[in-house]
């Protein structure tokens, strides 16, 4: 990009994902996900779903930190054109705030409208 990058953009970065599931005490499973090239972002849940949604939510809230404190995140790939980090910010739970954050003129509105 040439231009100044945005949180957006920022958030729009794919990286890659690991998965696996891990027996944590005879029968009892759970499922283990993170993001290698995010230090630290990883969740867990007995729930696969659970575990990815809770894994987003720490990725947008590790970018959204480390880009507030001027530390921007690693950057192994372009970010995606047609990423819509608003509605992956309101899926995985995160406050109005964040959205607003991502998205401070409101563009996205429409798109997080029901059909």
Do not use: F
């Not at 867990?44 to 809230?61: F, G, H, P, Q, T």
């Amino acid at each position: 990009m040439t231009q100044a990058w945005r949180l957006r953009d920022y958030l729009s970065v794919p990286y890659l994902l690991a998965a696996e599931t891990v027996e944590v005490a005879p029968g009892s499973w759970i499922s283990r996900v993170d993001y290698p090239e995010l230090p630290g972002c990883s969740a867990e849940s007995v729930v696969v779903e659970d575990a990815l949604r809770l894994l987003e939510r720490k990725r947008i809230e590790m970018i959204v930190r480390m880009v507030g404190e001027g530390h921007p995140p690693p950057l192994p790939r372009p970010p995606l054109g047609d990423c819509d980090p608003v509605w992956v910010a309101k899926q995985a739970g995160l406050s109005d705030e964040i959205t607003a954050l991502i998205d401070p003129d409101g563009r996205n509105e429409d798109a997080l409208a029901p059909r």
